[in-house]
T-cell receptor, first 111, second 115 residues
């Protein structure tokens, strides 16, 4: 079945460092891809999404490009801030509304 | 923005009792809501899809008689954990899809501890 694999954390960075969180997927058909973020004590929030190959989703300085050839949707940010510390989830929907999540990657940014 | 609330945020109960968790979409109507369970350091596991006015659709391996779902209105879905046991202790999260869109908005979650 469909699945999402993302790198284990925690990812620990200094402020203003470059961030990459890897995400690969397995799916039949053409899924939509998402990154969700969960800040401490809060619910998941949609960070960005891409619905077809080569689409780039972006929000709050974060970007991810839908790469069909490598079945990847890596999350990147050029300069992280302490306020970006959170858990990031990669997810897909494969033709239905059901979201399939990766295990989440905790990001810790230190000043 | 689209806000989804859950109540309660935390609940502790004795083994054998039932617990009801509410999920509300505060500023939009949601024909479809989802219930997830999240274990420590693990991903969200979809338990069931809740459709307003009809029976919930449960994922494989989820006991529908144990996790009762009611979606009686376009803004409210409830999850009742019946005869709770310690292994039901978990973080339960709901999400709601604004009618006419495909974006899920998540609630803040409910931490259930069964003693």
């Amino acid at each position: 079945g469909d699945s999402v694999t993302q790198m284990e954390g925690p990812v620990t960075l200094s402020e203003e460092a470059f961030l990459t969180i890897n995400c690969t997927y397995t799916a039949t058909g053409y899924p939509s891809l998402f990154w969700y973020v969960q800040y401490p004590g809060e619910g998941l929030q949609l960070l960005l999404k891409a619905t077809k190959a080569d689409d780039k989703g972006s929000n709050k300085g974060f970007e991810a490009t839908y790469r069909k050839e490598t079945t990847s949707f890596h999350l990147e940010k050029g300069s992280v801030q302490v306020s970006d510390s959170a858990v990031y989830f990669c997810a897909l929907t494969g033709g239905t509304d059901k979201l399939i999540f990766g295990t989440g990657t905790r990001l810790q940014v230190f000043p | 923005g689209a806000v989804v609330s859950q109540h309660p945020s935390r609940v502790i109960c004795k083994s054998g009792t039932s617990v009801k968790i509410e999920c509300r979409s505060l500023d939009f109507q949601a024909t479809t809501m989802f219930w997830y369970r999240q274990f420590p350091k693990q991903s969200l596991m979809l338990m069931a899809t809740s459709n307003e006015g009809s029976k919930a659709t449960y994922e494989q391996g989820v006991e529908k008689d144990k996790f009762l779902i009611n979606h009686a209105s376009l803004t409210l879905s409830t999850l009742t954990v019946t005869s709770a046991h310690p292994e039901d202790s978990s973080f339960y999260i709901c999400s709601a899809i604004r009618t006419g869109t495909d974006t899920q908005y998540f609630g803040p979650g409910t931490r259930l501890t069964v003693l």
